[in-house]
């Protein structure tokens, strides 16, 4: 199973990978450029598996560059603040 496949594990990876950027030192701006690049990658080359991944998918495909660039920031701070709970 590819943690794609469910929307949790998918939170749970990011927030495993958020703390490893941290512990070496990564800024928070840093991460949220890195997040972009995520986001891009994934509209363009990988097909949601489920239905949150495909909201995301969406709105990533209908927002200018600014506006992605929010949502890979918001999705730090959605993981962040799980992983942080947890």
Do not use: C
Not at 22 to 51: F, H, I
Not at 55 to 65: M, S
Not at 66 to 82: F, N, P, S, T
């Amino acid at each position: 199973m590819s943690v794609l496949d469910n929307w949790e594990k998918w939170k749970d990876f990011l927030g495993d990978r958020l703390d490893q950027a941290e512990e070496e030192g990564m800024t928070d701006k840093v991460v949220s450029d890195v997040a972009y690049q995520v986001g891009e990658y994934l509209s363009e080359n990988v097909e949601p598996q489920n239905e949150q991944e495909r909201v995301l998918r969406d709105l990533w495909n209908v927002a200018d560059e600014k506006e992605q660039h929010a949502i890979a920031h918001m999705m730090v701070k959605l993981v962040h603040r799980k992983h942080a709970e947890a």
